[in-house]
């Protein structure tokens, strides 16, 4: 999706918040989208608000700055109700909303940032370095596979929010649901900002960092059961970014959450069985 001032569109974010978003790059997750074999489209807001192409296997929305309008939230329902694959990342500096999806999947996004005093990655030397929060805490779930097998290295979190559950809207069947993801149990949501555990306000615990739901079994042509729709959320839009790191061979641009992508999309893309290779 391009349009909103995702990380995968920088050009589209409003000049007034270009100070306050910071800008990101996407050049290793569109790579490992090709070297998965899949043909990447742009999918801006003029097409989406009048529905999701017919060839679109998954659809990707990276922390969008600007809110969606309800047509395309609406598109991106009709979508799933046909069985389609989502795959949304959000981020505290962008927009927190997930329009209609909130009551049809039974989550909600809180951008409050995402602190562990305990646990986290050394990189300043000052307290903005809390926010770097490590994390070793991975579900059994096919989008996790690889992240288990390393589970003793961790993952590193950069500005995450949380994900929290809300209430389902209507009487239809809600999905499956399965948190992948959690955070230390050390962390806490810093709601006032200052980098400081304030245990009044504040609480550590273990936050729902990814989730994966899956909707109920839909009938094909011929009234045999098929697979239903699947989302893979996340609260850290960083996870997906370019990231530069250094080593004795030289610098290097890779991902942040490392095998992360590639189960995530094998699983969206009904190709779980290959995980982990």
Known sequence: MTGHGEITDPESVPPELKGRVPERRTSVFKKRLADLNYEVKDLGLIDLAKDVPDDA????MLAPTVPLQPAEWAALSRYLDKGGRLMIALDPKADPSLGELEGKLGVKYNPAPLTDDQAFLPQRGTMADRRFAITQQFSAHASTTSLSRTVDKGMVLIDSGAL????LQG?????????????????????NDNFAFDGASEKRQRW????????PKLKDAEGKDRD???VAMFADADLFADALVQSMRGAAMVIVSGP??????????????FVGD
């Open 208 to 215: 729902n960092l990814a989730e994966v739901f899956e909707g």
């Open 57 to 60: 296997t998954i659809v990707i």
């Open 228 to 230: 239903g729709y699947r």
């Open 171 to 191: 009487s239809a069947q809600g999905p499956k649901k399965t948190v992948t993801i959690r955070s230390q149990e050390s962390s806490f949501l810093d709601t």
């Open 164 to 167: 929290e559950d809300a209430p």
């Open 260 to 273: 992360l992508l590639d189960d995530t999309i094998k699983w969206l893309g009904g190709e779980e069985t």
